[in-house]
């Protein structure tokens, strides 16, 4: 949820459904691709990945498909602050956000990362297969 009364679901073939505090309704969407997560700074600021390098924004309006530098399934995003965040998925893809595009950046793993966390200011938790756990520590 993006505030109390303002939930986001996403999933297969481009569903993107909204919460408006009392029901759930379909929301137009720029893809028929498979989502498979979120993240949201802002109830106006939100982004989506999925498969065949897929990423959405939201801006407050309208999700639109965003610039990908991968053709890879993304499976999470996470994000510290409106410009830094992080997204990984098949192959140890891992991809990081400017505040104006994505990147991809140096993976711990060749392996499929299934999840990544920003939590904090300096360190990048992401985990994948083979029960593998890694952190990035920035600048290092």
Known sequence: FSAPNDGWSVGNEGVILRYDGQSWQDFPSPTQKNIFSLSFNTPD???AVGVAGTILHWDGQDWKLFPSPTEMILSRVSFRGPDEGYIVGAAGIML???GKEWKEIS???K???YTVLAANPDV???AGRDKKVFH????K
């Open 96 to 98: 990081k956000f400017d």
């Open 45 to 47: 600021d939100g982004w």
């Open 111 to 113: 392996r499929y990362l």
């Open 107 to 109: 993976s711990p793993s």
């Open 124 to 126: 990048v938790w992401t």
């Open 136 to 139: 990035l520590v920035e600048g």
